[in-house]
């Protein structure tokens, strides 16, 4: 997260993460910081039944500090890692 205007590869303050989550239906996923500076990124979604995929929202405070967070992702038992790229629309 990186509040600069010329970095178009980081979210900034007010920015949503939107994480798509796609699997078996009901198994629950949940994102959770491992950085002290960002206590705000977490989050817990799931996949409900007859659905293709689900939507995990985390918003970056307007408070937020700058930086390279950390973080973890669980599905279930399982710890997943992967890269998250940063789309944005404007």
């Known amino acids: ?3 600069k ?8 303050p007010g920015d949503s993460l939107v994480f798509m989550l796609n ?3 009901d198994v629950e996923v949940s994102v959770k910081s491992d950085d002290v500076d960002a ?6 979604g799931k996949i409900f039944p007859g659905k293709e995929k689900g939507w995990l929202l985390i918003t970056v405070p307007a408070n937020a500090k700058q930086g390279e ?3 973890t992702i669980e599905a279930g038992t ?4 992967p890269a ?3 789309r944005h629309s404007y």
Do not use: E, N, Q
């Open 39 to 44: 206590p705000w990124l977490k989050g817990i």
């Open 84 to 86: 998250v790229r940063v």
């Open 23 to 25: 699997g078996r239906p």
């Open 69 to 71: 967070f950390k973080y």
């Open 5 to 12: 205007k010329s970095r178009i590869d980081c979210a900034r």
């Open 78 to 81: 399982i710890v997943l890692d």
């Open 1 to 3: 997260m990186k509040p």
